[in-house]
């Protein structure tokens, strides 16, 4: 039995966009979404997600404005909320656990409060709370991209001025809360109350652990972000 199958790429229909994603694991495994961080894909999953496809039936999805799936031209941080949950009903996934990184991890928290029941388990890697901060430029790669560059300058609007709402919600969400923060080698604010420690200030039960390796944690330290992760889905 091969104990790394190769993912199979497939796209569905989600509301108004089509979305592509990766599949992995067994078919009665519970399934696990995964969403990635602003200017990535599915792909970025790759080093941790056939470790975590063992037991569970795991989705990466490229969010709209990203990858294979559909460039609208129309975005915004709702949309992709919905896309989400648009996608889970697709699928016919009542309930299912959702991992998001950076701006992943924005989406994933945005459809734990606006549809509760939906999502079970809720892991961000280094995400910050709702709150404004000092916009800067975003400087635009030369050469091709693999996303669309105006999706970077809608979504960069909203993460710099974050509709209040989106922090008053934030008690409304049900799941259970890992938050995993990079520490300080990540340019994600991890305290003095608008960083990734507020968590558990704002959503009941929420949980921290600090890896102190950066932004991309999943990426520098796959080995202790599966360790933490995996512990955490696998609570009764």
């Not at 404004?132 to 991209?145: D, K």
């Not at 409304?172 to 604010?189: E, F, M, N, Q």
């Not at 420690?197 to 950066?214: K, S």
Request: charged share 25%; glycine share 10%; hydrophobic share 40%.
């Amino acid at each position: 039995m091969n104990e790394h199958p190769e993912p199979v790429r497939c796209t569905v229909e989600a509301g108004m966009v089509k979305l592509s994603h990766r599949v992995r694991g067994p078919r009665d495994g519970p399934p696990l979404v995964l969403l990635h961080a602003l200017g990535e894909s599915a792909e970025d999953w790759d080093t941790v997600a056939p470790v975590l496809a063992r037991k569970r039936r795991v989705y990466a999805v490229d969010l709209r404005g990203h990858g294979r799936s559909d460039w609208p031209g129309e975005y915004s941080l709702e949309l992709m909320r919905d896309d989400v949950i648009g996608y889970l009903d697709a699928l016919g996934l009542d309930r299912a656990d959702l991992i998001g990184h950076s701006l992943g991890g924005l989406v994933a928290y945005l459809v734990a409060q606006h549809r509760p029941g939906r999502v079970h388990r809720l892991v961000l890697e280094d995400v910050p709370v709702p709150r404004p901060r000092t916009p800067a430029v975003p400087v635009r790669p030369e050469g091709a991209l693999s996303f669309d560059w105006e999706m970077v300058l809608a979504v960069r609007r909203q993460i710099d001025s974050p509709d209040p709402e989106w922090w008053d919600l934030l008690g409304s969400i049900t799941a259970d809360v890992l938050v995993l923060g990079g520490g300080p080698r990540s340019h994600v604010p991890q305290g003095g109350g608008t960083g990734v420690a507020e968590w558990p200030r704002r959503v009941p039960g929420a949980r921290v652990a600090t890896l102190p390796v950066g932004h991309l944690i999943h990426r520098a330290d796959p080995h202790r972000f599966l360790e933490a992760v995996q512990e955490f889905l696998a609570e009764s």
